[in-house]
C-alpha cells in the first residue's frame, strides 16, 4: 500500500494502534517476535511435517486455548485425526493442521529460524510485534499466503491487530480470542522461509493480501457515518503515516472536503463527503453489509468484550427483573458447559437461540438483544456480538416470490458472528390470507437454523433472536416447530413499573442536556408517569408504554417548556433547560377544561333527565377508575366496557349525546382523538360477495381513537334475519369490537323494538354492549324549548300568540290520536326543525308582500299566521 515510515521512525513502526514490542525484535538472537514469535515459529507446520504418534497441541476456538493431544492419524486430504493425550479417545475426527502445532522433543519438524538481516535482527531495527489475544501463546494458528509473510498483515493494516478468530470475512471484532500472525522475513524483509506452501495449505489464498482495499466499505469508530474506501496509503499532512480517504454515504455538516486536504488531494467526491482517516479510527464493513440491500438494515456494534461486565450492564437496566435472571442463567450456563467439556473432552455444544416476549412496543428488546450480544461475545459464543434488527418489512425487502430464500441468506449472513433479533416475527406469514412470501420466509428461516441443530462448535455462526406480542407470539412458536425448537430461552419482557418508567425519564432527561426541578424527585414523577398512563389511550396499540412512554413525556414537557421560556424571555442557561411540574400536566388541567364543557352541553340538552344521569354515573365511574390508577391501584378485573346501545325514536337527541360521550372519553384520556364517525347499513355492507368484510373495516379503523355511532343499526341484519350481507358485516363489527376494544368505543343506535330484536339475534352483542340508554320521546313543553333555542341560533323569535299557535301544533303532533300507538311517527326534534323551516318561508313571503320598509323587530319575529300550513 506504499506505507514508508515516517522520519525518525523505524521501519517496523506504522500508524494505527501500538503495538508492544517484542524482546529481540522479528529477528537477531531472540529467535522471532518474543515467546509469541517462537511459538508460532516452532508450531505452524503442514501436515506432511506430522506423524503418527506425535505429540501436539490442537488449538480449540470453544475452549480458547491449547489442548495437549497425540495424532492418531495423518490423513490424505491433509486433516489430522487428534486423540487426547491419555488415550482416552478421540478429541477431534478431522482437524485443520493449521490449528495443530508441534510440541519440543516431540519429533516434528519445527520451521527454521529467521534469517540474520530480516527486518530486525542484523539492522537492529525492531518493529512492532503483532497483538496477543487473550487465548495464551498467540492463538491459533493462521493459514498462510503462499510467498507472502503473515507479519505483511500486520504492516499492510498499519499496525492493527488482525482479524479475529471466527469473524466473518476479515470483519473486525472484538473478541477476545485473538490469531497470531507473526513469522520472521527472510533476508532483506522478503517472504517468510516458512510461507512456502505445504500439504494442506491452500494454494489458492490471496497473494500479498491488505487489510483495506479501495472500493471497500468502511464504517467510522463511534460513529454512525459510513462510506467507500477511495485511497489507502501515506499523505504527508500525517508526517507520511497510511491514512484511508472516504467517500461517506451522508454530507458533512462542517466541513466542504471533497477530496483535497491541506493542499494534497488523493481522489475526488463531491464536496462535504469526503474524509481522511488513520486506520485505527476506521472498522472494515463486511461484505454482505456493504450490500445495497443490507446497508438499510439496523445494525448495532458489538460493545467492547474487554470491558463488558453484564452485572454491571444489568444494573443500569431499569426493571425486566424475569428478563435479567434469565440472562444470568445463560451466563451461567455456558461457564458450566465449559467446564463439562474440559472434563469430558468433547468441543461440540447446542446453538442458543432465543425468544423475546413482550406486551408492547418500548419493551426494551433492542437494548436486551445488544446486552445479549455482548454476553455471548465475552464468553465466545459469538465472533463479532454485533445486532441486526429486521421487521418482516427488512426481511423480506423486494421479495415477490422465488426470491426469498436469496434474501434471507443475504440478511442472515450480515449478522453472521452476531445477533440476528426478527421483531414481530408473529407478522413473519399473515394468518388471515395465503401469503406465500411469509410461507417462503419461514422455510429459508428453517434451513438457516437447520444447518446448526444438534452438536455445534462455539462460536457459533449466528445467534437468532425471535420478538413478538405475548399471545401471538407464542402461537407462532407453537405453529412453527422448526422455530420454537431451536429457542433455548424465552425471555418474559413485563411492562415497567411507574417507578422504572420514571428514573428512566430522569435519565433521558439528564442525557438531553435538561434538568428538573428540585420539587420533582421520584416520587413526584412516578405520579406524573401514572398521571400520562391513565390517559395514555387506555393501554391500547397506540399508547406509548414503558420506555417510549418516558420519551413521549419528555417531547411533551419540553415542547410546553417552550412556549413558556419564549413568553417569559428568559435567556439563562437554567431557565432554557429546567423543566418544572407544570411542563408535565398543562394537558391534563385542559382536558379537565374540556370535560367540564361536555358536561356543561350535556345539560344543554332539552329533556332526557334519564340519559344525563347515566351519562354522569359512568363519567363518575371511569374518572374514579382514572384516579386509582394514578395512585398505582390496578384492579385484576377487566376494565369497564364502554360500548353502548341507544334506544329511541328519532329526534331523540342520540346523536347529540353521542358527541358528549366522545368529548368525555377524550377528556378521560381514553380516547386518542375522540372524534365521531357516523355511519348506517350503507356505509358497512358492499353489493358484491367478500367486500362487505373489507368495507365495515375501512369504517372502523377510520374511527379509531374515537367512537363509530351506527344509526339504525337493526337493519344490518333485516327484519326476516336473512340478509347474508347485513350479517357479515354485524359478524365484522363484532370482531373489530374487540379487537380494538381499548382504542375504540362503539355506539349502535335505533328504535327500541327493533334494537332489542338485534340484541336478541346475536349472542354476543349485549356482552359487549352493556350500557343501554332509553331516549324518551319529548313532551310539548320540551318541544316548545327545544324550538326557542333553534329560533335563537338564527337569531328569531316568536310573537306570544305565534308562541302559542306552536304550541298547539306541538300538542297536536304528539297526541295518541295523530301517533296511533307508534311515537316514532312523532318525528320530535327533527319534526320541530322542519315546521320552523315552513315557518321561515312563510315569514319571508309575507315580508315580501308588505313592502320593502322593515323595521329590525318585524325582521326577527315569527307571527303566528306564519305557522299556517306547517304540518303535514
Not at 336 to 342: E, T
Request: proline share 5%; net charge neutral; hydrophobic share 35%.
Amino acid at each position: 500500500e506504499g506505507m514508508r515510515p515516517a522520519p525518525g521512525r523505524s521501519p517496523g513502526h506504522v500508524s494505527g494502534p501500538k503495538a508492544p514490542h517484542a524482546p529481540g525484535g522479528f529477528g537477531g538472537r531472540g529467535g522471532g517476535a518474543g515467546a509469541v514469535g517462537s511459538a508460532a515459529a516452532r508450531g505452524r507446520m503442514g501436515s506432511s511435517d506430522f506423524h503418527n504418534g506425535q505429540k501436539v497441541e490442537y488449538y480449540s476456538p470453544s475452549f480458547g486455548e491449547w489442548i495437549e493431544c497425540r495424532i492418531g492419524l495423518v490423513r490424505p486430504d491433509g486433516t489430522l485425526k487428534l486423540e487426547h493425550a491419555d488415550g482416552s479417545g478421540t478429541l477431534k475426527e478431522s482437524a485443520d493442521s493449521t490449528r495443530v502445532r508441534a510440541i519440543p522433543g516431540s519429533g516434528g519438524k519445527a520451521s527454521p529460524p529467521p534469517m540474520p538481516g530480516g527486518a530486525g535482527g542484523a539492522s537492529g531495527r525492531r518493529p512492532s510485534a503483532t497483538p496477543v489475544g487473550k487465548a495464551g501463546a498467540g492463538g491459533p494458528p493462521q493459514r498462510k499466503a503462499p510467498g507472502a509473510s503473515p507479519s505483511m498483515n500486520s504492516l499492510s493494516s498499519g499496525g492493527d491487530a488482525t482479524p479475529k478468530l471466527g469473524s466473518a470475512r476479515g470483519r473486525p471484532s472484538s473478541s477476545p480470542v485473538a490469531p497470531v500472525r507473526s513469522a520472521s522475513r527472510g533476508p532483506g524483509g522478503g517472504a517468510p522461509l516458512s510461507s512456502r506452501p505445504s500439504a494442506g495449505q491452500d494454494l489458492g489464498s490471496t497473494l500479498n493480501p491488505k487489510s483495506m482495499y479501495v472500493g471497500d466499505r468502511v464504517k467510522l469508530k463511534g460513529s454512525s457515518r459510513a462510506g467507500e474506501v477511495m485511497y489507502v496509503g501515506p499523505a504527508q499532512f500525517a508526517g507520511g503515516d497510511t491514512v484511508v480517504g472516504i467517500k461517506l454515504d451522508e454530507k458533512r455538516s462542517q466541513s466542504d472536503c471533497d477530496g483535497k486536504y491541506k493542499n494534497e488531494r488523493y481522489f475526488r467526491c463531491t464536496a462535504g463527503y469526503g474524509i481522511y482517516q488513520t486506520k485505527d479510527e476506521i472498522e472494515l464493513m463486511a461484505p454482505e453489509q456493504s450490500d445495497e440491500d443490507i446497508r438499510a438494515l439496523q445494525v448495532s456494534p458489538a460493545p467492547d468484550a474487554t470491558a463488558f461486565d453484564l452485572d454491571a450492564e444489568l444494573e443500569r437496566l431499569m426493571g425486566l427483573a424475569e428478563v435479567k435472571d434469565s440472562l444470568r442463567h445463560t451466563r451461567n450456563f455456558i461457564e458450566v458447559q465449559r467446564r463439562r467439556m474440559s472434563v469430558t473432552g468433547d468441543s461440540a455444544a447446542r446453538a442458543l437461540h432465543f425468544a423475546f416476549m413482550h406486551g408492547g412496543a418500548g419493551s426494551g428488546i433492542s437494548a436486551v438483544s445488544q446486552l445479549l450480544g455482548g454476553l455471548l461475545l465475552k464468553l465466545r459464543v459469538l465472533a463479532s456480538g454485533h445486532v441486526v434488527e429486521v421487521t418482516r418489512k427488512e426481511l423480506l425487502a423486494g421479495c415477490s416470490g422465488g426470491d426469498v430464500d436469496a434474501r434471507v441468506k443475504k440478511v442472515v449472513r450480515a449478522a453472521e458472528g452476531g445477533v440476528l433479533l426478527i421483531a414481530d416475527a408473529e407478522n413473519l406469514k399473515e394468518s388471515e390470507r395465503t401469503d406465500r412470501v411469509g410461507e417462503e420466509a419461514l422455510v429459508a428461516l428453517s434451513k438457516q437454523l437447520d444447518s446448526m441443530r444438534g452438536a455445534t462448535e462455539w462460536p457459533q455462526r449466528f445467534c437468532l433472536v425471535c420478538a413478538g406480542k405475548r399471545g401471538l407470539f407464542q402461537s407462532f412458536l407453537t405453529e412453527q416447530p422448526n422455530i420454537g425448537s431451536a429457542v433455548f430461552a424465552k425471555l418474559e419482557f413485563s411492562d415497567l413499573a411507574a417507578m422504572d418508567i420514571a428514573r428512566i425519564l430522569r435519565r433521558i432527561v439528564e442525557e438531553n442536556k435538561f434538568q428538573l426541578a428540585k420539587e420533582l424527585g421520584d416520587e413526584r414523577l412516578e405520579v406524573l408517569v401514572r398521571r400520562r398512563m391513565a390517559r395514555g389511550g387506555g393501554g391500547g396499540d397506540g399508547a406509548p408504554k414503558n420506555v417510549r412512554l418516558a420519551k413521549a413525556m419528555l417531547e411533551e414537557a419540553v415542547s410546553r417548556q417552550t412556549d413558556r421560556v419564549w413568553a417569559k424571555d428568559t435567556l439563562s442557561f437554567t431557565g432554557l433547560t429546567a423543566l418544572v411540574e407544570d411542563d408535565f400536566v398543562d394537558k391534563a388541567k385542559d382536558q379537565t377544561e374540556a370535560a367540564d364543557a361536555a358536561l356543561r352541553k350535556l345539560d344543554s340538552v332539552v329533556g332526557l333527565k334519564p340519559v344525563k344521569e347515566m351519562v354522569r354515573s359512568l363519567y363518575a365511574q371511569l374518572l374514579l377508575e382514572q384516579q386509582k390508577r394514578e395512585m398505582g391501584i390496578e384492579s385484576r378485573g377487566a376494565g369497564s366496557t364502554l360500548h353502548m346501545v341507544f334506544e329511541g325514536n328519532p329526534g331523540t337527541g342520540k346523536t347529540t349525546v353521542a358527541r358528549v360521550v366522545a368529548d368525555l372519553l377524550k377528556a378521560l384520556g381514553l380516547l386518542r382523538t375522540g372524534h365521531l364517525v357516523e355511519a348506517d347499513r350503507s356505509s358497512l355492507v358492499a353489493g358484491y360477495s367478500g367486500q362487505t368484510a373489507l368495507k365495515t373495516k375501512a369504517v372502523v379503523e377510520s374511527a379509531l381513537g374515537g367512537v363509530l355511532f351506527v344509526d339504525e343499526a337493526y337493519a344490518l341484519v333485516g327484519e326476516d334475519g336473512k340478509d347474508s350481507f347485513g350479517k357479515e358485516a354485524l359478524d365484522t363489527l363484532i370482531k373489530l369490537v374487540e379487537d380494538y376494544r381499548t382504542d375504540l368505543v362503539v355506539i349502535i343506535a335505533g328504535y327500541t323494538a327493533e334494537m332489542g330484536k338485534l340484541l336478541d339475534s346475536n349472542p354476543g352483542l349485549r356482552s359487549r354492549f352493556p350500557n343501554v340508554m332509553g331516549f324518551p320521546d319529548y313532551t310539548p313543553d320540551e318541544l316548545l324549548e327545544i324550538a326557542d333555542q333553534m329560533l335563537l341560533q338564527d337569531v328569531l323569535m316568536m310573537s306570544d300568540a305565534a308562541s302559542q299557535r306552536l304550541k298547539s301544533l306541538l300538542a297536536d303532533l304528539a297526541s295518541p290520536e295523530k301517533l296511533q300507538g307508534d311515537g316514532r311517527a312523532s318525528g320530535n326534534g327533527r319534526a320541530v326543525r322542519n315546521i320552523l323551516e315552513r315557518a321561515k318561508r312563510n315569514q319571508a313571503m309575507r315580508l315580501q308582500r308588505d313592502g320593502p320598509k322593515m323595521t329590525k323587530e318585524e325582521l326577527c319575529t315569527l307571527q303566528p299566521e306564519d305557522f299556517n300550513g306547517c304540518v303535514i
